[in-house]
């Protein structure tokens, strides 16, 4: 499975890749909605974005909206991975098309939980 | 909603958060950020003179930042922690601040969340710290992380209100008629 890890902090780039890795994803990274929108405009098709809500740019709202009024990418999942974690923050985003919200920080193991939620596990990391 | 005492109609921090909250906040972080046996001790420690700061705006009902200051040597081997085998060899400026930036930004947003809202989060900056502009605007812990000092200061935007003027009442502006 591929997963886009969009973040505009290298550091938490590294550490949310690291972790899907461990799960058995290859990743790529972006670091704004805009950079991110342009790797999928290319052709790359992952099956999971974590998205990070503030970001230069574009941020994690305006390009779960930009994917979410595009067809083409109506099978992406879309996990929010974000700071912001006040509820009505939480509730737009739901409302606009993400999947799930994890709220930094976060465990390896409580994304493995909420990805494990959405079926979205590899088949190795579940074994 | 309480309001400070000496500032009708301005909400003052100490009155929205405590510093319990902030350290459990900033503890949380360490522990998921840096690593499951970094903890911050609740002891204050005197910080050397070559610090940085790192720091995410709030605007909302209540204004200001949240602020994490350390020496610069401790913000590195922050950045070595946070980014563990992933670390260069040779750190540069640009790692060092994004990744004391993202500890800010996620120290920041937690604060926020435990806020009156609906507030705003900017993006994280690095750098000298912004002023304190009230004093009594300010929540403020001192932590040692692996030894060294480290402050965590959320801290309003807004000057103190001036006091209000009470006008001296002389003797003769009474309106008592002699």
């Not at chain 2, 959320?154 to 001036?162: H, I, K, N, T």
Request: net charge negative; charged share 20%.
């Amino acid at each position: 499975m591929r997963a886009l890890v969009i973040d505009d902090s290298r550091a938490m780039r590294r550490i949310v890749s690291a972790a899907l890795e461990g799960f058995g994803y290859e990743t790529r990274q972006a670091g704004h909605g805009q950079e991110a929108l342009d790797v999928l405009q290319e052709g790359y098709a992952p099956d999971l974005c974590t998205i990070d809500w503030n970001m230069p740019v574009m941020d994690g709202l305006q390009f779960v909206s930009a994917v979410r009024a595009n067809p083409a990418w109506r099978a992406l999942t879309l996990m929010m991975v974000t700071s912001e974690s006040e509820q009505g923050q939480i509730v737009r985003a739901l409302a606009a098309g993400a999947h799930e919200y994890v709220i930094k920080p976060f465990t390896a193991d409580a994304l493995r939980d909420k990805l494990a939620l959405l079926g979205m596990l590899p088949e190795e990391a579940v074994l | 909603m309480t309001l400070a005492p000496d500032a009708p109609g301005r909400l003052a921090i100490p009155a929205l958060i405590d510093e319990a909250t902030v350290e459990s906040i900033a503890g949380e972080a360490w522990i998921a950020l840096v690593g499951e046996d970094e903890v911050l001790v609740p002891v204050p420690g005197d910080l050397p003179e070559d610090t940085l700061s790192a720091w995410v705006d709030v605007v909302g009902p209540w204004t200001g930042s949240v602020v994490l200051t350390t020496g610069r040597q401790t913000a590195a081997e922050l950045t070595r922690a946070l980014l563990g085998d992933a670390a260069p060899e040779l750190l540069d400026h640009e790692d060092v601040a994004d990744a004391f930036g993202e500890i800010a930004n996620v120290v920041g947003g937690n604060v926020k969340a435990a806020l009156p809202g609906p507030s705003t989060l900017g993006l994280p900056e690095v750098g000298a710290a912004p002023t304190v502009r009230n004093p009594e605007d300010v929540c403020r812990i001192e932590v040692l992380w692996r030894g060294q000092p480290l402050v965590v200061s959320v801290q309003g935007a807004l000057p103190s209100l001036p006091v209000p003027h009470t006008p001296h009442q002389h003797p003769h502006q009474n309106g008592a008629s002699q």
